[in-house]
C-alpha cells in the first residue's frame, strides 16, 4: 500500500460529502474517437487503444470529465445541476518515463447558473483537497482561454487562424510556432501535405473528399493514423485556407506577444488588463470584466497568504475547455498536482454525438482532478524530511 493511501481515500470521501458530491463508478473502456473529437487530436497518440470487434477503435479511459458528463447525460435531463465525485485509475501515455497507469480523483459541478462563484467553488475544493491530503498549501495559477478567444476577436484574426490558435493555446511551443508562421507569412509550411493542400486550394469540399478517397484506394488503404477520408480531406481544406491567410499584420502580432507575457499576482489583475488595453487601444470587453469577477470570488474563496498568478498563456490543452481554468502545484515541483477549468460546451457536444443528435443549449460546468501519483510521491518526500529532521 502507498504511503498514505488509507487516510487519503478517507479523506476524499469526506470531500464528496462535504462538497454535496455524488461519488460515481465508471466504465474502463470507451470508444475511441470520442476523446479524440472534444479533448484534440494530440490525445490519439497518448490512448491505449485496440481495434474492437466491431470495427470501432475502443480506447482505456484517459481521464475522468468526459465519462463523469456521459454519466450525467444517460441518468437525466443535461441542463441540470449535478455535482459527481471520483477516484480510480485511468490510462495515458505520459513522458518522464511516469506510468501509463494513475489514479486521479476529483469532482466535476454542473449548474445551469453558472457565474463566478460557482469558478471559485470548485478552486476552493481543489485547494482544500490538495492541501488536506499533502499537509502543504500549493500554489494556484489561473488562465482563461476566453479571454484570449475575445482578443484574437478584436484583432480580427482569420477564422481558419483563430482556430488553430485557440487549439494550441497553453501549449507554449506550439503557440509560439505558429506565431512564427503567421509573421513569416506561411513560408516555413513546406511538405508534400502542404503542396497538395495549395494544389487543392479552392476546390468544394466534396471534390476534395472524393480525391482523397481515390489517392487511398490506390494506396490499398482505407484510412491514415485512425482518420477517416473526411478527416483527411479536411485537414488538406484547412491547410490550404492556412496558407492563404498566412501572414498577419505584424503589429497585431505584437499585440498578441504582448498579451501572451502578461504574468501578475491575483490582485493586480484589473490593473495589468486595464494597462494592456490601454497600450493598445483596445478593448477586451466582457470577458475581461468575468475573470475580473472570478479573481475577486477566488481571492475570497482561497487561504489568506496563498501564492496566486494569473498567466495570461496559460491554458490546459483540453479542447473542451471553453474559460476560466487553474492548475496547482508545489513550490519548485515541475509538474502540478491538480489542474481544472471550464467546460461549458462540452454536454452540447457530447449529446449531439450519444443522444441522436439532440440540441442541448451551453451549459455551465466546471470540474478538477488531482493526480494522486504526484501527491503520493509529495507526502512520501515530505514525511522522509520529517524523518530527518
Known amino acids: 500500500?502507498?504511503?498514505?493511501?488509507?487516510?487519503?481515500?478517507?479523506?476524499?470521501?469526506?470531500?464528496?460529502?462535504?462538497?454535496?458530491?455524488?461519488?460515481?463508478?465508471?466504465?474502463?473502456?470507451?470508444?475511441?474517437?470520442?476523446?479524440?473529437?472534444?479533448?484534440?487530436?494530440?490525445?490519439?497518440?497518448?490512448?491505449?487503444?485496440?481495434?474492437?470487434?466491431?470495427?470501432?477503435?475502443?480506447?482505456?479511459?484517459?481521464?475522468?470529465?468526459?465519462?463523469?458528463?456521459?454519466?450525467?447525460?444517460?441518468?437525466?435531463?443535461?441542463?441540470?445541476?449535478?455535482?459527481?465525485?471520483?477516484?480510480?485509475?485511468v490510462f495515458r501515455q505520459r513522458e518522464d518515463d511516469e506510468?501509463?497507469?494513475?489514479?486521479?480523483?476529483?469532482?466535476?459541478?454542473?449548474?445551469?447558473?453558472?457565474?463566478?462563484?460557482?469558478?471559485?467553488?470548485?478552486?476552493?475544493?481543489?485547494?482544500?483537497?490538495?492541501?488536506?491530503?499533502?499537509g502543504q498549501i500549493p500554489q494556484l495559477t489561473l488562465g482563461d482561454r476566453s479571454?484570449?478567444?475575445?482578443?484574437?476577436?478584436?484583432?480580427?484574426?482569420?477564422?481558419?487562424?483563430?482556430?488553430?490558435?485557440?487549439?494550441?493555446?497553453?501549449?507554449?511551443?506550439?503557440?509560439?510556432?505558429?506565431?512564427?508562421?503567421?509573421?513569416?507569412?506561411?513560408?516555413?509550411?513546406?511538405?508534400?501535405?502542404?503542396?497538395?493542400a495549395r494544389v487543392l486550394e479552392d476546390k468544394a469540399a466534396e471534390d476534395v473528399s472524393a480525391a482523397v478517397e481515390e489517392m487511398l484506394e490506390i494506396a490499398g488503404l482505407s484510412a491514415v493514423g485512425g482518420r477517416s477520408v473526411s478527416d483527411i480531406a479536411e485537414r488538406y481544406l484547412e491547410k490550404a485556407d492556412l496558407a492563404a491567410n498566412a501572414g498577419w499584420d505584424a503589429s497585431k502580432l505584437a499585440i498578441l506577444e504582448d498579451f501572451l507575457a502578461i504574468e501578475c499576482d491575483l490582485a493586480d489583475l484589473g490593473a495589468c488588463l486595464g494597462q494592456f488595453e490601454d497600450r493598445h487601444s483596445i478593448v477586451l470587453g466582457l470577458a475581461k470584466f468575468d475573470l475580473i469577477a472570478i479573481a475577486k470570488a477566488v481571492a475570497a474563496s482561497v487561504p489568506s497568504g496563498m501564492q496566486v498568478t494569473y498567466k495570461a498563456d496559460f491554458g490546459r490543452r483540453l479542447d473542451y475547455y471553453s474559460g476560466f481554468n487553474f492548475e496547482l502545484r508545489f513550490a519548485g515541483a515541475d509538474k502540478p498536482v491538480a489542474g481544472g477549468g471550464r467546460y461549458d460546451r462540452l454536454l452540447g457536444l457530447l449529446a449531439e454525438k450519444v443522444k441522436d443528435g439532440e440540441s442541448v443549449h451551453s451549459v455551465p460546468a466546471i470540474g478538477f482532478s488531482i493526480w494522486l501519483d504526484r501527491l503520493f510521491k509529495e507526502a512520501e518526500s515530505k514525511a522522509q524530511e520529517g524523518t530527518k529532521a
Open 147 to 196: 479571454l484570449f478567444t475575445a482578443l484574437l476577436g478584436a484583432l480580427e484574426a482569420p477564422t481558419v487562424w483563430q482556430r488553430r490558435l485557440e487549439s494550441a493555446f497553453g501549449d507554449s511551443v506550439v503557440l509560439d510556432k505558429m506565431l512564427m508562421r503567421l509573421a513569416s507569412g506561411g513560408s516555413k509550411d513546406h511538405g508534400a501535405a502542404a503542396g497538395l
Open 1 to 89: 500500500m502507498t504511503y498514505g493511501q488509507k487516510d487519503m481515500r478517507t479523506k476524499l470521501a469526506a470531500l464528496f460529502s462535504g462538497a454535496g458530491a455524488t461519488e460515481i463508478g465508471l466504465p474502463i473502456l470507451y470508444h475511441a474517437d470520442l476523446f479524440v473529437d472534444l479533448i484534440g487530436e494530440n490525445i490519439r497518440r497518448r490512448l491505449y487503444a485496440a481495434p474492437g470487434i466491431n470495427g470501432q477503435t475502443m480506447a482505456l479511459r484517459p481521464e475522468f470529465t468526459i465519462p463523469s458528463c456521459l454519466h450525467h447525460l444517460k441518468t437525466g435531463e443535461a441542463e441540470r445541476a449535478a455535482c459527481y465525485g471520483y477516484v480510480g485509475p
Open 99 to 134: 506510468p501509463g497507469e494513475f489514479h486521479q480523483a476529483g469532482i466535476e459541478m454542473i449548474d445551469p447558473q453558472g457565474g463566478a462563484e460557482f469558478d471559485a467553488k470548485s478552486v476552493a475544493l481543489a485547494v482544500s483537497a490538495v492541501t488536506d491530503l499533502s
